[in-house]
């Protein structure tokens, strides 16, 4: 089994523009033996970027479509926690970094578009 974690503007793209994932992510993300997974982190920036209109879709939605496809929720622990104080990745975004942290404890390879985590993080994929 292969296991994914998805950045949160991948899980948006995957929900409403799925146009902007690369056809070999597409491929990825639909094969049986690939679990994928978002995480609490996803939604709560979604919710952050949805109360200054910046995002097409609210946490909430997100969550239920998230749900319908099956996609597992990753919570936020102590070992994230820890992970997250841990990492050397230079990135300004809090939720990138977190995201990073419950992929390397979760055993998760990241999907995302962002060219910083690309450079940086050897254990993801690019989305695009």
Known sequence: MVKYLLDTHVLVWLLVSPEKLSPSVKQLLSEEDSEIFGSVLNLWEIATKNKKNKIPISAGMTKSEAD?????????????????????????????LMLIA??????????????????EYSNSINAC
Do not use: W
């Open 68 to 96: 319908r496809l099956g996609l597992e929720m990753i919570a936020v622990n102590t070992h994230h926690i820890a992970s997250y104080e841990n990492l050397e990745i230079k990135h300004k975004d809090p939720f990138d």
């Open 102 to 119: 419950q992929a390397e404890c979760n055993g998760l390879s990241l999907i995302t578009a962002d060219q910083t985590i690309l450079k």
